[in-house]
């Protein structure tokens, strides 16, 4: 390993006695674990040659500094929690909040060993393994059966060291017939840092759990992201991703329908600009009878951004009368931007309704034509359509006031592009 | 722009799609409140000539002038020329998803320096003149429209835009009687009432029983082979473009030259390439 992940680093690290020991399980076999290379399908296109691993250090304690606070989104949460490069350092639940939700460090449940890996069995690559052996103790989420959570959790995780490399775990288990909307905000201060997070979700029996990450991560952050969500019978998950910020900023998506009737929805909004890399890996897993999944990616680039989209659907044989979308659509603002997307499928019963869609564009002349044609400046009509573009994916934002602060977010953005498209004419 | 003569006047316009020249000298005069047909048959110049007008991207000006009310159209950029006064009713309206009327017709008017709340007011008058229901203006524009529902709704932002001069690509094609009606009545209305210019580029008489031209042009081979009042528009209707333009070749020798003859026409040769 290099320099700074030390085994005394990570044994150094405080949390429950299982949580110690499970560390240094993954610590004794890290040296074996597969270096991440862009000849692999799931690397592929992305910057991960350029990424020096040893730039980065994991920490040792919390930082003394507190994020800024995000009042938009958290108004009306039921529990505010933020996570300082990798650390919990505070959980704010309101006196409102209902009994029996749970919102706090993993240690504090009596099964939160049994909670965590409870749908990762193993790390998909190097990061996993990496926020296993460095991460610090893993914030959980709880709803008990029955239990619908009215209002949101939101979770800001936040990085402030410079050089930092941190290790942020999620981890949410929505009970039978229980319901819970959680955001995840990413923000950081203008340094150079690695978040290497993960989410892990399961949603019992006719569950509902909604999550959202909006990722407004400074110019220099790399994150290197995984979600793995499980969902059961007659459960449902909406997931939803808006990509603003880093430098490269990855997340791979395994969205596992494994009971009759599991539904999943993944929607996500990016908008990469300047040197930007942003990068989206997906895969909805069909595992059981009569499931449906819907995935609907849109993205802009301007710039020399970069985008990549790879998607799977992959249809196991028990998992007949499977339904199951796949659109990706990405709009280039400059010649030098450049977008990969890759739909993929693997289907291996009858019987399933299938579909996938992609395109890299410019701005359609046509309609822009038709704008212009009524009176509207160009600048003007291709910023109408971008809004547009994006209208139907902010639509699918679990919270309004996140709908609104993403949309904020594209607009700055699109102001960006207004002013560079207006110095070059 | 004041003290000019007011008239949307095409002198010797000539256009070419690639290296394919489609119109060829196209000399036209359209006066406020009245209305002129422009027919002729399929690939004779009649969509690359409204296209040309807008400023549509893939069509190139090689000669000629266009001006509205004495201002050089073709100097314009599209957005421009629609502010000048110019409208281009679309013979296929592009569907434009995630993008109300609303918010387009705010757009146009801001840039025109116009009120935005008048234009705003102005869009539901014509929504109620044209029995467009209301919420219809909130929906993204042309999505899921039927061919006469999108006919109307380019109707609709021709009035409340206020253009002084409009286009109509073939606004026949594709309308049932009904609405082809409503549409017909709403532009008749405009010229009687506001004064608006009307060229009307069409390939049936259909349009012209309700729309009442005051001349009617043929085109053929990208030039204006023979005009007359609305009496031309029966002969075509009786005779065909090649029994027309037969006669009008020989009563008027100078639009005789490059025309071809009558049997020509059956077979289509000058298809417009973006048609």
């Known amino acids: 390993m290099p320099n700074p992940f030390t085994p005394e680093s990570s044994a150094a690290l405080p949390g429950p006695e299982w949580l110690r020991q499970r560390r240094g399980t993954v610590l004794a076999g890290l040296d074996d674990v597969e270096r991440p290379d862009a000849d692999e399908e799931v690397w592929r296109y992305s910057r991960i040659g350029e990424l020096d691993l040893s730039a980065f250090a994991p920490t040792a304690g919390p930082p003394a500094s507190r994020p800024a ?25 309101d006196g409102g909040a209902p009994d029996g939700l749970f919102v706090g460090p993993v240690g504090e449940l009596p099964d939160g060993d049994e909670l965590y890996g409870a749908t990762l069995e193993e790390p998909v690559d190097l990061f996993g393994h990496l926020n296993r052996a460095y991460g610090p103790e893993p914030l959980a989420i709880v709803v008990p059966d029955g239990l619908r959570v009215e209002g949101h959790v939101v979770v800001h995780l936040h990085v402030s060291g410079e050089g930092i490399a941190a290790f942020p775990r999620l981890l949410v288990r929505c009970g039978a017939d229980s319901g819970v909307t959680v955001l995840e905000v990413q923000t950081s201060e ?4 690695l978040v290497a997070s993960v989410l892990e979700a399961t949603v019992g029996p006719a569950g509902r759990l909604r999550h959202a990450v909006l990722q407004e991560l400074s110019p220099r952050v790399w994150q290197l992201g995984h979600q793995e ?7 449902g998950v909406e997931l939803f991703a808006a990509g603003l910020g880093g430098d490269y900023a990855r997340t791979r998506t395994d969205c596992r329908l494994l009971g009759r009737g ?9 908008f990469g600009d300047r040197e930007q890399a942003l990068d989206y890996r997906t895969f909805q897993e069909h595992a059981a009878p009569d499931t449906s999944s819907e995935l609907l990616f849109k993205g802009a680039l301007d710039g020399s951004a970069r985008s990549v989209y790879t998607g799977l659907i992959r249809v196991r044989p028990e998992a007949v009368r499977t339904r199951a979308d796949q659109t990706n ?20 019963t009858d019987d399933v309704m299938c579909s996938h869609a992609s395109t890299v564009s410019p701005v359609d002349e046509d309609q822009r034509f038709y704008l212009e044609s009524r009176g509207v400046p160009t600048v003007v009509a291709e910023r109408l359509l971008l809004e547009g573009f994006f209208d139907e994916v902010l639509e699918a934002a679990p919270l309004p006031a996140l709908a609104d602060r993403l949309a904020a977010g594209l607009r700055t953005k699109l102001d960006r592009h207004d002013t560079l498209a207006g110095s070059a004419a | 722009m004041s003290g000019s003569e007011r008239v949307l006047r095409i002198e010797g316009l000539r256009a070419c799609v690639g290296d394919v020249e489609i119109l060829n000298g196209i000399d036209l005069e359209v006066r406020p409140g009245e209305v002129h047909a422009v027919m002729g048959p399929n690939g004779s110049g009649k969509s690359t000539l409204s296209h040309v007008l807008m400023g549509r991207p893939g069509y190139t000006v090689t000669g000629g002038t266009a001006t509205i009310d004495g201002v050089d159209l073709l100097g314009l950029a599209t957005w421009e020329r629609a502010q000048a006064g110019l409208f281009l009713c679309l013979q296929h309206p592009t569907e434009v998803p995630g993008v109300s009327l609303d918010a387009l017709l705010a757009e146009a008017a801001r840039a025109g320096g116009r009120d935005v709340v008048a234009v705003h007011d102005a869009l539901r008058t014509e929504a109620g003149r044209l029995g467009i229901d209301e919420r219809f203006l909130d929906r993204p524009l042309n999505v899921d429209l039927s061919g006469g529902e ?11 835009l206020g253009a002084r001069y409009a286009v109509l690509d073939e606004i026949d094609s594709g309308l049932d009687v009904d609405a082809l009606a409503t549409v017909s009545r709403r532009i008749q209305e405009a010229t009687d009432e506001d004064g608006l210019g009307v060229l009307a580029i069409t390939h049936f008489s259909r349009l012209l029983e309700v729309l009442e031209p005051d001349r009617v042009h043929v085109l053929a081979h990208g030039t204006i082979a023979a005009s007359g009042g609305p009496e031309l528009v029966d002969r075509l209707e009786a005779e065909g473009y090649g029994g027309v333009l037969g006669d009008a070749a020989a009563d008027e020798p100078e639009t005789s030259v490059g025309l071809p003859h009558a049997a020509d026409f059956g077979e289509d040769p000058f298809a417009d390439p973006l048609a």
């Not at chain 1, 280039?332 to 993929?344: I, R, T």
Request: charged share 25%; hydrophobic share 45%.
């Open chain 2, 150 to 160: 999108k006919k109307r709704n380019e109707t609709l932002q021709l009035g409340a």
């Open chain 1, 262 to 270: 599991a539904e999943g929805r993944i929607t996500a909004a990016y």
């Open chain 1, 190 to 193: 203008d340094v150079e840092a």
């Open chain 1, 329 to 348: 659509r990405n709009i280039k603002l400059s010649p030098d931007a450049w977008a990969e997307s890759v739909p993929n499928l693997e289907i291996e």
């Open chain 1, 69 to 93: 606070a995000v009042p938009d989104l958290t108004a009306g949460a039921v529990a505010v929690v933020t996570v300082s490069d990798g650390w919990i350092t505070s959980v704010e639940v």
């Open chain 1, 229 to 235: 969500v499980h969902v059961h019978r007659d459960a």
